[in-house]
């Protein structure tokens, strides 16, 4: 079995409670309203914004044996650069507040999810990053168009307000390609490892960041 289907199969349970989470279920029924889609769309900036720095993180300290992937990196922090001002943009056109939540705080799961991937690359194994990438960018491709497309329909909302959603669905298809090969060529067990357990935590994290966005016009129920 390559790598990249051991690693779906070691994350089915994870991926599982991920997607039930009454947001995300809620989305993809049209049954989520403007204030919940902008609370979405806030913590979303907020773990977007790190994505580059993260990926800058985990190139810098990558083994001279890892080469190919330092080249991945950069490959990705090209792709990758700037995504969290499409997010602000979306704000705006839901009627919201961009400088606002340019300049908050994330609610406490989003943080977490952010302060663990860092942690991991700078203390565990920068390969680590692997296993966030495989979360996000496989999340994105299963769920970003359809519930971009269910939302416009529900929320009467203009295009503009999906920029961020429906853009990756199609991007993030062409980078799980990328991402197959990269993470067979892996050899090392403790790197597959590694990025195994991050995927399983980030799957969980995320799940937390989702389930603490209020579903229907409710508060946080973890803010930070």
């Known amino acids: 079995m390559k790598f990249y289907d051991e690693l779906r199969q070691a994350t089915v349970t994870e991926k599982k409670y991920l997607f039930s989470s009454p947001l995300i279920q809620g989305a993809l029924q049209g049954k ?20 580059v720095p993260l ?16 080249g991945a990196m950069a490959e990705y922090i090209e792709e990758e650069y700037g995504h969290q001002e499409w997010i602000l943009n979306d704000i ?8 606002a939540v340019r300049h908050g705080r994330p609610a406490l799961a989003t943080e977490l999810m952010v302060s663990t991937m860092y942690d991991r690359i700078n203390r565990l ?25 269910t939302l416009q329909a529900s929320l009467k909302l203009p295009e503009a307000a999906f920029s961020y959603l429906s853009s990756h669905g ?9 991402y197959e090969k990269l993470v067979n060529r892996l050899d090392d067990d403790d790197d597959k490892a590694c990025v195994i ?22 508060q946080y129920a973890l803010a930070g």
């Open 125 to 149: 194994n920068p390969v680590s990053m692997l296993g966030m990438i495989f979360v996000l960018e496989g999340t994105s491709i299963e769920l970003a168009t359809n519930a971009a497309n």
């Open 55 to 70: 990926l800058m993180a985990c190139g810098a300290r990558l083994p001279a044996r890892m080469e190919w992937l330092r």
């Open 197 to 218: 357990d991050t995927a399983r935590v980030i799957y969980t994290l995320y799940a937390q960041m989702f389930r603490t966005l209020p579903a229907s016009g409710e």
């Open 92 to 99: 705006k056109a839901c009627g919201g507040d961009a400088e």
């Open 32 to 51: 989520v309203d403007v204030s919940s889609y902008s609370a979405f769309l806030a913590q979303a900036f907020h773990h977007v914004s790190h994505t």
């Open 170 to 178: 199609a991007l993030d298809q062409e980078h799980m390609k990328f």
